[in-house]
């Protein structure tokens, strides 16, 4: 009897047209244009898994080994793709496990969609199995979320995440989904999202407000530009590059701006910020229009705030109206998109040089040159430096490879001395300083980029927080180049400790495995580099090797990173020892 | 620190409670009271939250307020900007209520009795806090059983109205 009434059902939906929650979800994405997903299956998301089989062929799921490498590898993946990454986790502790990711997209707004499985609707609040409240513990962290609890309700609801995450200021979006919505049919007829009415992705140009900002930058006779990641989000570059050399203002980039403008452009300043360059961090403070563009003045960047660019009109070009004024008063705010508040911007203004300014800025940089860079790039003795091995990857790799890095000092030196002639190229744990962040958002942007060179320079701390990704690694066959700096403490802790603390190293010193030997349990090369003389070979070896390689080299213990803004200190302040 | 009001009109979903108090507990600012009802539009929402804070600060708690995507649109205003009320209701024994001056305070007080009963009586009272809480203090002589008071209401002075708005909204959209 029972047989009859399901076949008697599947004949009806066959008729209707009916597919399960659970399909539709599978099909939405491919409509959406997801070709990747990274996730970890487990109960209460088994329907969506059950129907992926099915289209295996046209969606490729890649199984990370947590839930939280599937975050970064899809935050990876969509940083230098430019497209939504998508996860997929089951309930309870699968959800849980993606909330690291999500505060880390949040803060970096990062485009991702992740699907969770949630208990049956009629079990939920009474403490089912794996049954945890995703949407009330990821609201802080997500741009916006939604549970599901009926089939009907997803093309809707799927339509919007995609078009909020990817839309304006990008972010991560959860969508939560009850196991009876994936697996109850229903009338399939998709349309994707182009409007939400209460939410206005890009601000309209305000002519008033660009002609404003145009008077002050023409006036200006020592402008600063300073270059965020909502350059890369727009796809700005070019306007940028076209309205830098128009006026012919010096550009330094925050973080996540790096690799927007190219390293060896003529107005590339360098870095801004608590690590950042010398010269642009004490003009901040001489400059008298400070130009941000997509970018929120993070503390890492100013400082004292109550002693940051006193001296300037600041002009910033912003999407999020609720930046404008958030930490640094804006005389001339742009409200708008990048790309076309810098393009209507670029005609207001009147072509400039300013070739005194510009020297200035030189005159600096040979000072750090001489006392930090050639130092720390060329050193002719002594234990191996971090700067010296990103240097020679930098040049092995033609300045074009992917840089992926995790968090502290390795990823400071790598940002300051890689070179970059390619946008895009840079994928890094900005905002939330999430260490383990590396070794998965590496595999997710050689997903992405399966024809470029991804390297990712990682701590020996870091890199033991999701070292299990070398399981993912090898079951997709990806080559990724790993470098582990490996310099046995936490060592930008121990900086601190060393600079701050009186030397008390509290719980720094860390051990390692041997990591060769770790890589080779996954059947990946790699070999440890404790001398000078054998680091070109190591690389040229692991640059040529066909697959995943993991090269540790043994660095120097106590190095500190320079310059530095202390904390509490002006940017102006900024030491170079 | 100013006591403000600020409106926030919403979509109606789930949820969205949640969303919003989270934008007040990151900054750490403590929510004085909250009142959820339908606005004049259908299928919109309003928050009318009451907090005391520095005008710096509720700017930048309206932007982000603004920010989340089920919110139409937020508004802060001062006490001046704003015609408010607020309900209270006190509960008493009746035999002591009989007994006192009980009738002078509700008269001074200009309050409403709603209920009487053998046991208890129930008196109504809307105004401002300083004046419901007035009459609490008046009343204590006599002993409170129960007093409960609403979060504020409250309706703007400017003409601008909502529809229009949700109208330009439409428009930048």
Redesign the interface.
């Known amino acids: 009897m029972e047989t009859t009434t399901l076949k008697n059902k599947e004949v009806l939906s066959t008729v209707l047209q009916e597919i399960s929650g659970a399909e539709a979800v599978i099909k939405i994405l491919l409509e959406e244009g997801v070709d990747t997903v990274f996730g970890y299956p487990g109960g209460a998301i088994m329907p969506v898994y059950d129907a992926l089989y099915g289209y295996r062929e046209q969606l490729k799921h890649v199984l990370t080994r947590h839930e939280q490498g599937a975050t970064h590898a899809a935050q990876g993946y969509a940083r230098v793709s430019g497209k939504v990454g998508v996860c997929f986790a089951t309930s309870g502790p699968g959800a849980t496990n993606l909330i690291t990711g999500l505060a880390d997209a949040m803060i970096d707004s990062t485009p991702l969609v992740c699907i969770t499985g949630q208990v049956h609707s009629s079990l939920l609040g009474t403490d089912a199995f794996q049954e945890t409240d995703v949407v009330g513990i990821s609201m802080p962290v997500t741009k916006w979320n939604c549970q599901v609890t009926s089939a009907k309700d997803l093309e809707k609801v799927l339509a919007k995440a995609f078009y909020v995450a990817r839309s304006g200021r990008p972010g991560p979006v959860l969508v939560d989904i009850t196991k009876d919505a994936q697996f109850e049919l229903f009338e399939y007829n998709y349309k994707s999202c182009t409007k939400v009415r209460s939410y206005i992705p890009k601000p309209r140009l305000d002519l008033s407000q660009l002609v404003f900002a145009a008077d002050l930058i023409n006036q200006a006779k020592k402008p600063l530009v300073l270059v965020g990641q909502g350059v890369l989000l727009a796809e700005a570059e070019t306007e940028l590059k076209i309205f830098l050399e128009k006026i012919g203002a010096p550009a330094a980039w925050t973080l996540l701006g790096l690799s927007a403008l190219p390293s060896d452009h003529y107005l590339n300043v360098g870095m801004l910020g608590m690590h950042g360059n010398y010269a642009p961090n004490i003009k901040t403070n001489e400059c008298d229009v400070l130009i941000a563009i997509g970018m929120r003045f993070d503390d890492r960047v100013t400082g004292d705030l109550k002693r940051y660019a006193k001296q300037a009109k600041v002009v910033h070009l912003e999407i999020d109206p609720a930046e404008i004024n958030k930490n640094v008063y804006a005389h001339a705010p742009v409200l708008g998109d990048a790309k076309e508040s810098l393009k209507a911007l670029t005609e207001l203004l009147v072509p400039n040089e300013h070739d005194t300014w510009l020297n200035s800025f030189r005159l600096l940089e040979e000072e750090e040159k001489k006392q930090v860079i050639t130092p720390q790039l060329h050193p002719n003795e002594g234990e191996l430096l971090m700067a010296e091995v990103v240097r020679r990857v930098s040049e092995a790799t033609l300045h074009d490879a992917v840089l992926v890095t995790d968090v502290g000092q390795h990823q400071m030196v790598a940002s300051r001395y890689f070179k970059f002639k390619n946008s895009k190229n840079s994928v890094t744990s900005g905002g939330l300083g999430t260490m383990g962040f590396a070794l998965p958002a590496a595999l997710g942007a050689k997903m992405a980029k399966p024809k470029q060179t991804v390297v990712a320079f990682i701590g020996d701390g870091g890199f033991q927080m999701t070292l299990q990704e070398l399981g993912t690694i090898q079951q997709e066959n990806l080559a990724v180049k790993i470098i582990i700096l490996n310099n046995n403490y936490l060592g930008m802790v121990r900086q601190w400790q060393e600079l701050f603390f009186e030397r008390r190293y509290s719980e720094t010193n860390i051990s390692s495995p041997n990591f060769v030997a770790l890589a080779g349990a996954y059947g990946i090369r790699g070999q440890r580099v404790n001398e000078r003389v054998n680091l070109d070979e190591a690389i040229t070896e692991m640059l040529e090797h066909d697959g995943a390689y993991l090269l540790e080299v043994m660095v120097k213990k106590e190095g500190n990173v320079f310059p530095m803004i202390e904390t509490g200190s002006s940017v102006s302040e900024i030491r170079l020892s | 620190m100013q006591r403000f009001t600020i409106s926030v009109f ?2 109606d ?3 969205l409670l ?2 919003v108090s ?1 934008v007040f507990t ?1 900054r750490h600012l403590n929510i004085e009271s909250i009142t959820a009802s339908e606005s004049e539009v259908k299928g919109v929402h309003r928050y009318t939250i009451v907090l005391r804070t520095t005008e710096e600060q509720v ?2 708690v309206v ?2 307020l ?2 989340l ?4 649109k937020a508004f802060y205003h001062a006490n001046d900007d704003t015609i408010y009320q607020e309900i209270a209701l006190y509960k008493l024994n009746t035999d002591a209520f009989s007994s006192g001056n009980a009738e002078m305070i509700v008269r001074q007080h200009h309050a409403r009795i709603l209920s009487v009963t053998k046991d208890y009586t129930v008196i109504e009272k809307t105004g401002h806090k300083e004046d419901t809480q007035a009459l609490f203090t008046d009343l204590e002589t006599i002993g409170v059983l129960e007093f409960a008071r609403s979060g504020r209401v409250s309706i703007t002075k400017p003409m601008k109205s909502l529809a229009t708005y ?1 109208n330009e ?2 428009a ?2």
């Not at chain 2, 995507?69 to 139409?72: F, H, R």
Request: glycine share 4%; charged share 40%; hydrophobic share 40%.
């Open positions: 919403t979509e979903f789930i949820g949640n969303r989270i990151r700017q930048k932007k982000q603004e920010r995507v089920d919110v139409l949700l909204l439409e930048l959209n």
